[in-house]
């Protein structure tokens, strides 16, 4: 799949990432809970050559990989205020494009269209879901951690909503401040 500036060697570059390329084992750490500070701060860019941000690309994946249902967790979830987050959608089903396991450092959407709702959870939110509006076709530009190689990438459906919701936590937002209100907010009663 392609989209404005992206190329099909990105998608393949990124679908082809796997976390042993950091070299580096990732630790399992606690994920922080709302209504912890760290959540809504505006993540530092940061350099994805860094030790740092290698080491904690790899903590990152080794805690999504433990969490039950977890399609994606971003550095302020682990109580850094960075801008890192990983993603896999492999799993799940309402996924289309699909680029396996990978980590983006300082990403930002391009373009986001075709707006759908829909319910999203959050491990930082545990009880609570929410309908959110999410672009359903996204290209995203972002850097892989490590080589820091810059890749612009297209998605849709499920992986667009995650890649959404996890540049909002980079950006020190959560599903909830995305609601259109509180009739849009609901117990959770299943993990997604
Ligand atoms: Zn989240």
Same mark, same amino acid.
């Given at each position: 799949?392609?989209?404005?500036?992206? /190329?099909?060697?990105?998608? !393949?570059? #990124?679908? @082809?990432?796997?976390?042993?390329?950091? $070299?580096?084992? &990732?630790?399992?750490?606690?994920?922080?809970?709302?209504?912890?500070?760290?959540?809504?701060?505006?993540?530092?860019?940061?350099?994805?050559?860094?030790?740092? /941000?290698?080491?904690?690309? !790899?903590? #990152?994946? @080794?805690?999504?990989?433990?969490?039950? $249902?977890?399609? &994606?967790?971003?550095?302020?979830?682990?109580?850094?205020?960075?801008?890192?987050?990983?993603?896999?959608?492999?799993?799940?089903?309402?996924?289309?494009t699909r680029h396996g396991t990978f980590v983006l450092c300082n990403a930002e959407v391009l373009s986001a269209s075709r707006?759908?709702?829909?319910?999203?959870?959050?491990?930082?939110?545990?009880?609570?879901?929410?309908?959110?509006?999410?672009?359903?076709?996204?290209v995203v530009r972002g850097q892989l951690p490590g080589t820091g190689e810059q890749v612009t990438v297209a998605?849709?459906?499920?992986?667009?909503?995650?890649?959404?919701?996890?540049?909002?936590?980079?950006?020190?937002?959560?599903?909830?401040?995305?609601?259109?209100?509180?009739?849009?907010?609901?117990?959770?009663?299943?993990?997604?």
């Open positions: 799949m392609t989209g404005p500036g992206t /190329t099909p060697e990105d998608g !393949a570059r #990124l679908a @082809a990432w796997t976390e042993g390329e950091l $070299g580096v084992a &990732g630790r399992v750490l606690d994920v922080v809970r709302a209504p912890a500070a760290v959540l809504s701060t505006v993540g530092e860019r940061v350099d994805p050559a860094a030790a740092e /941000t290698v080491q904690l690309a !790899a903590d #990152l994946v @080794a805690t999504m990989r433990v969490s039950p $249902g977890c399609v &994606g967790l971003a550095a302020q979830q682990v109580g850094v205020a960075a801008q890192v987050f990983c993603v896999d959608v492999s799993e799940h089903p309402k996924a289309r707006n759908e709702r829909a319910r999203e959870g959050c491990m930082s939110v545990p009880d609570l879901t929410g309908d959110v509006k999410r672009g359903s076709r996204l998605t849709d459906a499920f992986e667009a909503r995650a890649l959404q919701h996890e540049i909002d936590h980079c950006q020190g937002l959560l599903f909830l401040d995305r609601v259109a209100g509180a009739h849009a907010i609901y117990p959770r009663q299943t993990y997604l």
